[in-house]
């Protein structure tokens, strides 16, 4: 009987506790840097693809929603020819963004993606890819790597010796 | 005031015959509970309020509930009314129509004979009746009360006495099934568990 | 016997008592957030007042089923019978001296007539179903509400006794020197518990139990005959909220404020009471209802009846 009553009596004073509700559309979250959301594609300083068409990230993802196909320009350089991420099976898990060698591959703090029909949650490349660098600035796969490409033979990438002639007996 | 005097007067005896009639119990139930407010207007155009609030609190809002919560709990299906209608043949119900048209004779003479005008004479109040109830018809109502008071005596034995016979039961039904299951609430086949004797 | 302005006293009645009940899905819904620490509806119109209209326009868009096992014609009566009671039953509530339908002089009879012929409404619709949960719920239902009747009848007594009256004007002047709730306040305590069984309200849904018995007797009901059963539970909050208020609050007696102001001001404070009940209290088993409708309730209210009887009695020596 008593604790009937007392219970009443607190939730009475509830009433003036402050709200938890978060005004959502008109008041929103801080969302950390590293906050796992929307999936993007980055492109390098230069305004080239980071991307690499390596696959890893596509064999990382658990649920298998990310589908690319690579191929290689008249440069050398490899490229996705089509890259989808299918965003109604993604689970924001980041493995991707883990696996991605080049950085091309990141997660953003952006979760406002809902829509109406299932189809328009498949992604494809020119719905992922940004004009900007994203979370990591200023690197450039191609300028470090030592594969050769146009205009950038090997031993010219940064921080790379030329390479060693085999068939010469000088040191 | 007499207008709906006999409005209510023909839908009781309408919703009477129904009642009478319908082979689902539950409809029938419905016509009688409608047939009851009917009476219970007729009650409060003779002047009557207090006993026509009582016939709905009491019958129409107590008693038909009971009704209906046990015919409910029945579930009589199509089978019972199929099986209702079969019992209804002109034999079983000629004779009570044939002496209920003749009280209906009855009345419709009185009605047309007396004067008829008798509706809303003047109004009983509630502490009328209750005079009269605790002064003249004291006996009958003290006869009432005991009547009321063996019943629920009555029906407080039956009650205790059912449950304790079922105490005793569970008690020993789940006393058998623990031991057939070995004495472990888990009934293994294979034995070997700790728990066996 | 009738008020001097018939048609407007009925029409003004039936007006407020359906936009109260209009409104209460609203208001409830805001002070429980406010008792949960949350908003609650915020976005339709200013402060989410337009909710209702938005569910009531949702619900009469909605199919009006009847499922084709059911008993059709008592399905379609069910909750009609239901509005039928609860609205006749606000004939008798004196909102303001003048403001009244039918000033009866066994008014409280009236409405415990009413509100016990309110069970059909349950009884009726859980039968009707053919769903073995709108069943267990209508059994709940009828035993519930039969059961909290028989002392919910008793608890008014006391006020009846003191006012000498079952008018329920009589009952409201006889409380110009002291409201009934001071020396009434066992009957009134027992009241408001009756109340709460008798509308069906949280500590006491177990007729619709959502949680066991997934909406009870109105399982199978959609469209705007379950609205019905929703606006008819609101309506019977208001019913029981200024029958409450008559009884107990001295009606619309009240210093400065006009009497229809007072009226409405205790009636609001009752309701809220019950949605804070709602808020604070969890639904108890259905033998633990019975037990303490029959084993504790009844003795209190019989007990309570006649110690007022003694003091009335002793009073007039």
């Excluded at chain 2, 009570?96 to 003479?109: K, N, Q, R």
């Excluded at chain 3, 014609?73 to 509005?83: E, R």
């Excluded at chain 3, 069984?197 to 849904?205: L, S, V």
């Amino acid at each position: 009987m008593f604790s009937i009553l007392s219970t009443i009596w607190r939730v009475f004073l509830h009433m003036f506790s402050r709200r938890v509700t978060v005004q959502y559309p008109e008041q929103k979250p801080y969302l950390a840097p590293r906050y796992r959301g929307r999936i993007i594609l980055s492109r390098d300083a230069e305004g080239g693809e980071r991307c690499v068409a390596c696959y890893l990230c596509a064999v990382a993802c658990p649920v298998d929603c990310i589908a690319l196909q690579a191929a290689e320009d008249a440069a050398g350089r490899r490229y996705p020819e089509f890259f989808r991420i299918n965003f109604s099976r993604c689970i924001f898990c980041g493995y991707c963004e883990d696996a991605c060698p080049t950085y091309a591959i990141q997660l953003t703090p952006d979760f406002e993606m809902g829509e109406f029909h299932r189809q328009n949650l498949v992604y494809e490349k020119q719905d992922l890819l940004i004009d900007g660098e994203g979370k990591y600035p200023g690197y450039n796969f191609w300028k470090v790597a030592g594969v050769a490409i146009g205009g950038k033979a090997k031993g010219e990438a940064a921080r790379e010796a030329p390479p060693t002639d085999v068939n010469s007996l000088m040191p | 005031m007499e207008a709906a005097f006999y409005t209510a007067s023909v839908i009781a005896i309408a919703a009477t015959i129904l009642t009478i009639t319908r082979s689902n119990a539950i409809h029938a139930l419905l016509y009688l509970i409608v047939s009851l407010l009917a009476i219970s207007v007729v009650f409060y155009t003779l002047g009557a309020p207090f006993v026509a609030v009582l016939e709905v609190i009491i019958y129409a809002g107590a008693i038909m509930v009971l009704f209906i919560f046990v015919v409910m709990m029945l579930n009589l299906g199509q089978r019972a009314a199929a099986l209702e209608r079969r019992w209804q043949t002109p034999a079983i119900w000629t004779g009570p129509t044939i002496l209920s048209a003749l009280l209906l004779a009855e009345v419709v003479y009185l009605l047309v004979r007396g004067a008829g005008g008798e509706t809303a004479a003047s109004v009983v109040e509630p502490k009328q009746v209750a005079m009269v109830l605790f002064s003249k018809y004291l006996i009958g109502v003290e006869l009432a009360s005991m009547l009321l008071l063996a019943g629920m005596a009555g029906a407080y034995h039956l009650g205790a006495q059912q449950r304790r016979k079922k105490e005793v039961q569970h008690a020993t039904g789940a006393d058998e099934g623990r031991a057939g299951a070995g004495g472990d609430l888990v009934h293994t086949r294979t034995g070997g568990s700790a728990g066996a004797p | 016997m009738t008020s001097p302005f018939p048609f407007a006293s009925i029409f003004g009645i039936l007006f407020a008592a359906l936009i109260i009940a209009g409104g209460l899905p609203w208001v409830e819904r805001r002070v429980l957030a406010l008792f949960q620490d949350r908003y609650g509806p915020n976005r339709v119109g200013p402060f989410g007042v337009l909710q209702t209209l938005a569910d009531a326009i949702k619900m009469f868009a909605k199919e009006d089923w009847v499922p084709p096992f059911a008993d059709r014609a008592v399905f379609v009566i069910a909750p009609a019978v239901l509005m039928v009671t609860v609205l006749l039953s606000f004939a008798i509530i004196p909102a303001a001296p003048g403001i009244i339908v039918d000033d009866l002089n066994i008014g409280v009879l009236f409405f415990l007539g009413m509100s016990s012929l309110g069970v059909y409404s349950i009884v009726l619709a859980g039968w009707s179903s053919d769903n073995k949960y709108a069943l267990l719920g209508a059994m709940r239902g009828a035993a519930q509400m039969l059961s909290y009747e028989v002392f919910m009848g008793l608890s008014i007594m006391g006020t009846v006794l003191l006012a000498g009256s079952f008018d329920l004007v009589k009952i409201v002047e006889a409380q110009r020197g002291l409201w009934f709730v001071v020396p009434q306040f066992a009957g009134f305590m027992l009241f408001l518990i009756a109340g709460l069984a008798e509308t069906r309200r949280i500590p006491f849904d177990l007729p619709e139990a959502e949680s066991e018995l997934i909406a009870g007797y109105h399982a199978e009901y959609s469209g705007m005959k379950f609205g019905l059963f929703f606006v008819g539970e609101y309506l019977g909050i208001t019913l029981i909220s200024s029958i409450i208020t008559t009884l107990f609050l001295g009606g619309w007696l009240g210093p400065w404020l006009p009497p229809v102001v007072w009226f409405l001001i205790k009636t609001s404070a009752s309701i809220a009471f019950f949605i804070l009940l709602r808020a604070a209290l969890p639904r108890p088993r259905f033998d633990q209802l019975m037990a303490l409708g029959w084993k504790l309730m009844l003795p209190l209210a019989l007990i309570n009846l006649l110690a007022t009887g003694a003091a009335v009695l002793a009073w007039s020596f």
